[in-house]
C-alpha cells in the first residue's frame, strides 16, 4: 500500500508540472463571455409551438419569438431571436425538439447574451418524472468535462417557464435546460478554427486530448461518440494540432436515461456498463491521464455535490454518485486499470 502511495505522489508531481505547462489560452474573458461568466441558474421564459419547430422542413430557417430573462435584481427583460429545431436523434426520439437560438447582434448588446449570437439549448427529451434530473445529470456531465480538459464547451443550467401554443390552446411546463455555447465561439476562444472533415485518423488527433476524452466518456459510461467519424464530437485546430470537443451526453450510462440505448459497434448490453473506446497510445499517456483524474476527483465528486439540492428525486442523485465512485475505484487499482482500461484499448 505504501508503494502504490509512492507511486502516485511521484507521478502526481511529474505529471502535474507536465501537463498544467501546456494548459492553452482561454480568451473567454475578452470574447463577451459574461452569459457563463457565473453559473446561477438562468431564468428564462419561452413561448412557441414544438409542433411547427420540429416539422419546419427547412434546418435553415428560424422561427421567430420573445425570450425573457431574468435580472440579478429579480426583474424580468426580453428579447426578440429565431429558434430551429437540431439534433437530428433526439428530434426522432424526443417529445421536446433541441433548440438551436439565434440573435441579432444590435439586440443583444449591454445584455447577459452579448457575444453569442448563436446559442444551442438542451431541453428535456421525453415528458416523463425524471425529465429534469435527466438534464440535470448531463449538466454535471458538462462540468466535470471542464474539469478534466482545457478544451470544453461552456455550458449554464436554466430554469425555463415553457408555453407551449397548440393552436388556441397553450400547456405550460417548468423545465431544466443546459444553454451550450456555439461552435464559432469556442474556436474564437481558443484562437482556432473549426476542422471540417467527415472522416478522420484517429491517430491524427492530440494524443493527450484524445487519452483525456476517453477516460472521460468511460467515466460518464458513454458509447455515443467517435472521434473518427466525428459523431458528437467537434474538432479544432488549435497551435498547429487538431483537438477533438465532446458534446451531447444524454446517452451515457451517468444520464441512464429511459430511451438511452447502447451503440451497436460495442459489446454490452446496457449503457450503465462501461466500455473503454479508445485507442491504444504510448502508456505513458495513460498513466499521466490516470494521475489526472485522480488528482482532480475532489473536484469532480465536489461538482457532483454542490447539485444535489436540483435533483427532484434523490435516487437519481445517489445512483449518479455510485455510478462516478466506480470508475474511481477502477482507476485507484493496478489490475482493474490495466484490464479495463490499457487492455482495452482498440488498434
Not at 435580472?71 to 429565431?82: C, H, K, P, V
Amino acid at each position: 500500500m505504501k508503494k502504490q502511495a509512492i507511486f502516485f505522489l511521484v507521478l502526481n508531481i511529474f505529471f502535474t508540472s507536465y501537463s498544467y505547462s501546456q494548459i492553452p489560452i482561454d480568451n473567454s474573458s475578452t470574447t463577451g463571455y459574461k452569459l457563463f461568466s457565473e453559473q446561477k441558474i438562468l431564468n428564462l421564459k419561452l413561448n412557441y409551438s414544438n409542433k411547427d419547430v420540429k416539422n419546419s422542413k427547412d434546418d435553415s430557417t428560424y422561427i421567430n419569438t420573445i425570450m425573457s430573462y431574468k435580472l440579478d435584481d429579480g426583474t424580468w427583460d426580453s428579447i426578440q431571436l429565431g429558434i430551429r429545431k437540431r439534433g437530428f436523434s433526439r428530434l426522432e426520439n424526443c417529445y421536446f425538439a433541441p433548440i438551436r437560438m439565434k440573435f441579432k447582434k444590435d439586440d443583444i448588446q449591454k445584455t447577459i447574451f452579448e457575444g453569442n449570437k448563436k446559442l444551442k439549448l438542451v431541453l428535456p427529451c421525453l415528458k416523463e418524472s425524471d425529465n429534469n434530473d435527466n438534464v440535470i445529470k448531463e449538466y454535471i456531465a458538462y462540468k466535470i468535462y471542464e474539469i478534466v480538459s482545457p478544451y470544453h464547451f461552456k455550458t449554464r443550467l436554466v430554469d425555463i417557464e415553457y408555453d407551449e401554443t397548440k393552436g388556441s390552446k397553450i400547456k405550460s411546463f417548468n423545465l431544466k435546460g443546459i444553454i451550450k455555447e456555439d461552435d464559432k465561439n469556442i474556436t474564437k476562444r481558443f484562437n482556432g478554427k473549426i476542422f471540417e472533415r467527415e472522416l478522420v485518423n484517429p491517430y491524427a488527433l492530440d494524443t493527450l486530448t484524445s487519452v483525456r476524452n476517453a477516460f472521460f466518456n468511460y467515466l460518464i459510461g458513454n458509447t455515443d461518440f467517435s472521434q473518427s467519424y466525428l459523431h458528437n464530437v467537434k474538432l479544432i485546430y488549435i497551435d498547429k494540432k487538431i483537438v477533438p470537443i465532446c458534446y451531447d451526453f444524454d446517452m451515457s450510462g451517468l444520464v441512464n436515461a429511459s430511451y438511452a440505448a447502447v451503440s451497436p459497434t460495442v459489446n454490452i448490453e446496457s449503457v450503465t456498463e462501461r466500455t473503454y473506446r479508445g485507442f491504444k497510445r504510448d502508456q505513458q499517456i495513460f498513466y499521466q491521464v490516470r494521475a489526472e483524474y485522480l488528482e482532480n476527483k475532489s473536484s469532480i465528486l465536489k461538482s457532483i455535490d454542490d447539485t444535489e439540492y436540483l435533483f427532484e428525486n434523490p435516487k437519481e442523485f445517489k445512483e449518479l454518485r455510485i455510478f462516478v465512485m466506480d470508475f474511481f475505484n477502477i482507476l485507484m487499482n493496478d489490475l482493474k486499470f490495466k484490464q479495463n482500461i490499457i487492455d482495452q484499448a482498440r488498434d
